[in-house]
């Protein structure tokens, strides 16, 4: 039977990449020494995260000076970590990683925000095609951003009901509204948006429409002053707005 080999797991190889090392190597150590600053002698990682940022000082300075071969130097680097690091490089990694965590997740909300926001904008810019006086849209026009699939929808009062398909979740939710307003509850502009959305999806649960993730944003035409204002929404609406935990803007 032939002797079997076992390759010893190195930790370090993952981390640190194959390629562009020496500038690697540059942004490393930058990084690491600003999180070496607020440290303390207290802080028993100090002395081996200043280690570790010498050596990969050294590490940029043998790639981009003395033009080692990157692998080559990368694999005395990795090899020193093996057997001189107590803790200096994965506190540099771990430093490294939620900091990465951070700016994903504030460029992922950035990116939330401004799709909140077409909500109002895709509906202001509709709503700015039309006199209001005369028009054959209805006097309510309402933006709905849908933050998961990325897209805006626009709604106008009386569309769900001039619809050639009629979503049986729309239906199930204006169905369970009751009537607070002079309209019935079918009439409104969001009840369009909503039902759009909703004939794009496979949903057959209210149980499934996403909660905190549709954002609604309706413009009405005050004939009395003959403009176009933004306003909540309305008695009837509110309701299933509620039951689906839709935001408005």
């Known amino acids: 039977m032939a002797e079997q080999t076992h390759t010893t797991h190195n930790p370090f190889d993952e981390l640190v990449p194959a390629t562009g090392v ?28 200043e280690a570790v ?36 490089f994965l506190f540099y990694s771990d430093k490294h990683d939620e900091e990465v965590r951070a700016a994903n997740e504030a460029a992922a909300k950035k990116a939330t925000d401004r799709m909140i926001q077409s909500a109002r904008d895709v509906a202001v ?32 009062s009386g569309g769900y009901t001039r619809a050639e398909q009629q979503h049986a979740l729309m239906a199930e939710l204006v169905g369970a509204t009751k009537q607070r307003e002079d309209w019935g509850t079918d009439a409104c502009a969001e009840v369009d948006a909503m039902n759009q959305y909703l004939l794009t999806t496979t949903y057959t649960l209210v149980s499934q429409i996403p909660r905190g993730k549709l954002f609604f944003h309706a413009e009405t035409y005050n004939w009395s002053e003959d403009k176009w204002q933004a ?14 935990g839709a935001g408005r803007v």
């Open 22 to 49: 020496g500038d690697w190597a540059y942004q490393a150590r930058t990084d690491l020494a600003r999180y070496i600053r607020p440290l303390t002698i207290r802080d028993e990682v100090k002395p081996y995260a």
């Open 53 to 88: 940022e010498k050596r990969l000082r050294a590490l940029e300075t043998a790639v981009k000076v003395n033009k080692v071969a990157e692998g080559t130097a990368r694999a005395e680097f990795i090899e020193w970590l093996l057997t001189n690091d107590y803790g200096g």
């Open 125 to 156: 810019r509709t709503r700015n095609g039309y006199s209001g006086v005369g028009n054959n849209i209805g006097t309510v026009v309402v933006g709905m951003a849908d933050t998961v699939g990325g897209v805006t929808y626009v709604g106008h």
């Open 231 to 244: 306003r909540r929404a309305c008695g009837n609406c509110d309701q299933w707005l509620k039951r689906i």
